[in-house]
């Protein structure tokens, strides 16, 4: 299994922007996850994937998704739609950042917030922990019943599990992590 790097992501992102725009493609990609944490807001360990959701020509995409994946030896599944599912449709509406837009093609990161919510949805002990921890920090959540309110705000008639509850009070009791300004993206590849 391949793991990516931030410098891995932006290489791989920028390789697929190209293919896109060489393809006359007008698509968006937005990204969550890891890939977006990464990206945009923390230094942490690596990813696997980057986790998308994709608007536009799928066939266009697909083809440029293998093309990255051939030319570098990524496997097919490098960049998928797999998180989708799990990204807030019924609430509260996600301000999306744009981080490319030029010809056609759009790379958007989901927000703290976004993220946020959907790590707590997620509420993977071991693998959410730290990043609930460090979102929680970023987020300026104060107390488990703003958390609570966030959740709930994008994930209507939903609420936080026990589990998700315990990861937000022990974020909580934490020290806040020590903050750097958020990373510039550079998306630009080989052209």
Not at 11 to 26: F, I, P, S
Not at 92 to 107: C, Q
Not at 167 to 184: D, G, H, I, N
Request: zero cysteines.
């Amino acid at each position: 299994m391949s793991t990516f790097s931030r410098d891995d992501l932006e290489r791989y992102l920028g390789l697929l922007v190209d293919e896109l725009r060489g393809l006359g493609a007008n698509t968006s990609v937005r990204i969550v996850g890891g890939a977006a944490l990464a990206l945009r807001y923390f230094e942490r360990a690596t990813t696997t994937d980057i986790d998308a959701m994709t608007i536009g020509d799928d066939e266009l995409l697909g083809e440029a998704v293998r093309r990255v994946a051939e030319g570098n030896g990524l496997p097919g599944d490098w960049l998928n739609e797999e998180a989708r599912k799990y990204v807030p449709v019924w609430g509260r509406m996600i301000d999306w950042e744009t981080v490319y837009d030029r010809d056609g093609v759009v790379v958007q990161i989901a927000p703290v917030d976004t993220l946020l919510a959907m790590k707590l949805r997620a509420n993977r002990p071991g693998r959410d922990d730290k990043d609930i921890a460090r979102l929680v920090a970023i987020a300026g959540i104060s107390g488990v019943r703003e958390a609570e309110e966030l959740f709930e705000s994008f994930y209507p008639g939903d609420s936080l599990s026990d589990r998700a509850l315990r990861m937000v009070e022990r974020a909580l009791e934490m020290p806040p992590p020590a903050m750097s300004q958020p990373p510039t993206i550079r998306l630009e590849g080989g052209s």
